[in-house]
């Protein structure tokens, strides 16, 4: 889950990682209340990327301009997502860019540190243009980060003197952040050099839902839909997308290609629904529910292959949710004659091979 | 012969009197395998299917010789079990929870590395030998003995495509779900070795998806070392980049991890990639007949 800018730099100031100071608001009236040096700058708090070329980064000089700025960037929407806050900071004037992060190596399976002395663009663009730019030290997972692998770095980026020792404090403190907020990514691009210290200028902070039994008091995730949140509340894992051919099936895997084959006979898939393994019929009453709910979706296509899943269950919940729209169904496995009976009862049949299955949905979704 | 499990290993459940730990058991213990001891902390001296319940792996092994693990410990307990199994010394711990968090995951593959052990999963359905040993939650009426490895990032992906090869008449040696996260303790490499080795295994079938560059890494390990015939199939062609689609490690970040990519590293290193999951069993029969593919 990514935090906001505005949270991620919060977190950083009890960390002791140099931020600009700054307030988040709400209102554009707020900001002639705040005591803040100007210029500032205003950004727009969002969690997609690219809001420095949508406009929701910008410069003001007065309180007059800042009020109308700040009006301007809270009525935008950033693909797709609305602005709701605006963090507004004490503009510094930026001297050098660097970048640092921490995150997930999944091929040496351990933690990993990247930085940079070319910050302020992204990472994947510098290690394509200038990989030798690029500095990364994988961490033993039982001995951490040392602080000597942080000045080891900082020498090979050109650092000297106060600034060597100032990054090599603040990677440290980003290493805290990562290890105690249990992250999968805590980045700092651009960490500026103004004025001749380093500051934080932007924040980027990715946690592990999985690890939030261990942070309780972690803010709800709100780059989810709102369909996307219902599912979770119901152990569905839901991604929504764009086309008008409703998706289930049980296992990530069996769903992606199921989505794939869609795709593969000419249709395009409205959302990927994993009911995950041994679905009661009770979450599959809630799975075509929430499919079914997205604007535009033409026919439901559900693609079971029992293994711990019953496909009796699996029925008994297509029959209870009485899809509107034309379904597509393929039940093989666990209990399969059970689970055919009970849809033969409800008027509905159902397919033993995947791929004549996804052709009819896609036929089906040209018809109506 | 297989790989990882044959019906000389001897099993520990961890977990055994949960539900899936107990529903799991008596399934592994219909297909065959030798499920020699359970464990749950308090509750030792119970039985669960016949199968004694001990109170810490210590004691499970010196008391019944078990090798290898079978964990179902709930995600926030779960790198402890895991530790201790790896202390214990066994292998392969084949790790079924899921939602364990990545720092923890982590953690338990350094030190299986350390310990020469091997971890299975996590978020995995588990290892199954056909005819010998099933360690996992696989559905145990799929398998028939035969010359075909698979090793694979989905459940039941994996079920789909042993079903079709088994209606195929194709039997299977072992069948590796390696897992769904985005650090697990086993991988492509390491099992395309081992099916290397293995002398029942005559062709290797990758199921891969979106997300990391495990199927890259296979796809250099294939051109550089690996002489018997690989099929695959990757799933998330479709994928969007930067949604998790379902498994946690499943994501395309930037420019990394898509299907497109995996798919032309493979086919690069003389893999012959199925367009959809049907059409691995009919590539696997046209090797074993000798005739060529693609």
Known sequence: ?368 | MSILVDETTRVLVQGITGYQGAFHTARMLEFGTRVVAGVTPGRGGEWVHGVPVFDTVEEAVQATGATASCVFVPARFASDAVLEAVEAGLSPIVVITEHIPVHDAIRMVEAARRRGVHIIGPNCPGVTSAGKCKIGIMPNHLFRPGPVGLASRSGTLTYEIVASLTRAGIGQSTAVGMGGDPVIGTTFVELLEAFGQDPQTEVVVLVGEIGGAAEEEAAAYIRDFVRKPVVAYVAGRTAPPGKRMGHAGAVISGSEGTAQAKIEALQAAGVAVAELPSQVASLVARILAGRPVG
């Open chain 1, 1 to 368: 889950m990514k935090l906001h800018e505005y949270q991620a730099k919060q977190l950083f100031r009890t960390y002791g990682i140099p931020v600009q100071r700054d307030a988040v608001i709400e209102h554009p009236e707020e900001i002639p209340g705040l005591s803040l040096r100007y210029p500032l700058v205003l950004k727009a708090q969002v969690l997609v990327g690219g809001r420095g070329k949508a406009g929701g980064i910008q410069l003001a000089r007065t309180p007059e301009e800042a009020v109308e700025r700040a009006r301007a960037i809270l009525g935008m929407e950033i693909r797709g997502e609305r602005v709701r806050r605006v963090l507004v900071a004490e503009a510094v004037e930026i001297e050098q860019e660097h970048y640092l992060a921490f995150t997930v190596d999944r091929s040496a399976r351990r933690l990993v540190f990247v930085a940079s002395s070319m910050g302020g663009v992204d990472i994947e663009e510098i290690a394509r243009t200038h990989p030798e730019l690029v500095h990364k030290v994988v961490l033993d997972p039982l001995e951490g980060f040392l602080p000597f692998q942080a000045r080891q770095v900082a020498r090979r980026m050109g650092l000297r003197g106060e600034s060597l020792v100032q990054f090599a404090q603040i990677a440290h403190a980003l290493y805290r952040v990562c290890v105690d907020l249990d992250a999968e990514l805590v980045e700092i691009n651009p960490l500026a050099r103004a004025e001749g210290k380093l500051v934080a200028v932007d924040a980027k902070v990715v946690v592990d839902e999985n690890a939030r039994f261990r942070h309780p008091d972690l803010p709800e995730d709100e780059e989810a839909t709102e369909l996307e949140r219902m599912a979770r509340r119901y152990d569905l894992s839901y991604v929504e997308l764009s086309g008008d051919i409703a998706v289930i099936g049980n296992g990530a895997g069996l769903v992606m290609s199921t989505l794939d084959m869609v795709a593969h006979f000419g249709g395009r898939p409205a959302n990927f629904l994993d009911v995950g393994g041994g679905a009661s019929s009770e979450a599959m009453r809630h799975a075509v529910d929430i499919v079914l709910r997205k604007p535009g979706v033409r026919v439901l296509f559900i693609n079971i292959f029992g293994g711990i899943t019953r496909c009796d269950d699996i029925a008994r919940g297509i029959v209870a949710a009485r899809p509107a729209v034309p379904t597509i169904i393929r039940l093989v496995g666990t209990n399969e004659e059970e689970g055919r009976r009970i849809l033969e009862e409800a008027g509905m049949a159902a397919f033993v091979d995947p791929e004549e299955a996804a052709r009819h949905a896609v036929a089906s979704a040209r018809r109506s």
